[in-house]
């Protein structure tokens, strides 16, 4: 080899050490910023029950299901629920029908009637008064005894006792129900409206009704069966929202903040990662190992972190195991959630 290459190759050989070391250096930096942390994806389950006591009637969907909010999953036996409903709409019916009469108050034919009544009473008392004075005149001379003229008074006091009744009674018709009977009467109409509420309600707590989207994990009870609330009858596991449980180190604490992003990877999906967000840190530690912690000890706590990740095609299934970096030199999110899982492309 010529002695002139020799040099030439010494400072090559050091171009390239130092471009090595540079760039692990460079990598070292990169993984220094990025913290790896390990845990299970967690999914929220819902025990699903009854909001009252019958046997069950049908149960509409299978273990496994995919199910969407609003969607009826199960239904109790409703024929009393149906029954009982009824009668309240028809009690409700026939006072609202009394409400409305008293409302309306006296009708005009009722009132001639009265008027008519105290004009026969008034004409029945002049009649009794004639009588008695006719009678009164007798009994002076002698030609009528006490007896009768006694009883030609009683005859016409009563009678003019009728045309006060008469009276009273007409002007009652004229006046109308009194606003009390009419208070009353709109009391009762409303207490049966509200019975008829609760039993339209009870009719419509006979259907089981999934309260959010997701995936049923346990078909609990069968038809026949006697369900209660106490009673779950399907278990619903929750596709949205996702998270990750994953612990950190207490060292690490100071490097991580609410809303900075992450990404989630899975052995499931390799090559394939999820976006996610810090979203919670507890603020106490999960193990503590002794009570009088040495220097070392300590270094050995860890807090839990909840990570909510973008599962827009449902990949993301309960106690599966990832790996969570989180960039802790990025921003912290202001909206995470709208930031990363509604933007086109959820899926970096």
Same mark, same amino acid.
């Given at each position: 080899m010529s *002695?002139? /290459? !020799?040099? /030439?190759? &010494?400072?090559? /050989?050091?171009?390239?050490?130092?471009?090595?070391?540079? %760039? *692990? %250096? @460079? $990598? %070292?930096? @990169? $993984? @220094? $910023? !990025?913290? *790896?942390?390990?845990?299970?994806? $967690? &999914?929220?389950? &819902? %025990? /699903? @029950?009854?909001?009252?006591?019958?046997?069950l009637d049908e149960i509409l969907v299978e273990e496994g299901a995919r199910v969407t909010a609003g969607q009826v999953l199960a239904r109790l036996h409703r024929e009393r629920l149906q029954a009982a409903a009824a009668a309240a709409e028809a009690r409700l019916a026939a006072q609202v029908q009394a409400v409305a009469a008293l409302e309306a108050g006296t009708r005009p034919e009722e009132i001639e009637q009265a008027r008519a009544a105290l004009a026969a009473a008034r004409a029945d008392a002049q009649a009794a008064e004639r009588t008695y004075r006719r009678i009164a005149g007798l009994a002076q001379r002698k030609l009528a005894s006490q007896e009768q003229l006694d009883e030609a008074r009683a005859r016409r006091d009563a009678a003019l006792a009728h045309v006060e009744q008469t009276r009273a009674a007409l002007a009652l018709a004229e006046a109308g129900p009194r606003a009390e009977d009419i208070a009353a009467a709109r009391a009762v109409r409303d207490a049966l409206a509200a019975e008829l509420a609760l039993a339209r309600q009870a009719l419509a707590d006979a259907e089981l009704k999934a309260p959010a989207d997701g995936i049923i994990r346990d078909r609990i009870l069968e038809p026949g069966d006697f369900a209660t609330p106490q009673t779950p009858v399907l278990t619903l596991a929750r596709i949205d929202p996702v998270w990750v449980r994953a612990f950190a180190p207490e060292p690490t604490l100071g490097r991580i903040r609410p809303g900075l992003p992450a990404r989630i990877r899975t052995d499931s999906f390799p090559g394939k990662s999820y976006r996610g967000w810090v979203g919670y840190i507890s603020p106490t530690a999960e193990f503590t190992p002794k009570t009088v912690e040495t220097p070392d000890l300590r270094t050995r706590l860890v807090y839990r972190l909840r990570i909510p990740v973008c599962n827009p095609n449902g990949e993301l299934r309960l106690g599966m195991p990832v790996t969570v970096e989180i960039d802790t030199t990025a921003e912290p999110l202001a909206n995470p959630g709208d930031t990363l899982c509604h933007a086109a492309d959820a899926r970096p």
């Open positions: *002695r002139k /290459l !020799v040099p /030439l190759i &010494i400072l090559l /050989l050091a171009s390239l050490g130092l471009g090595w070391t540079w %760039q *692990r %250096q @460079a $990598d %070292q930096n @990169a $993984d @220094a $910023d !990025v913290l *790896r942390l390990y845990g299970n994806i $967690d &999914i929220r389950e &819902i %025990q /699903l @029950a009854f909001n009252g006591s019958e046997h």
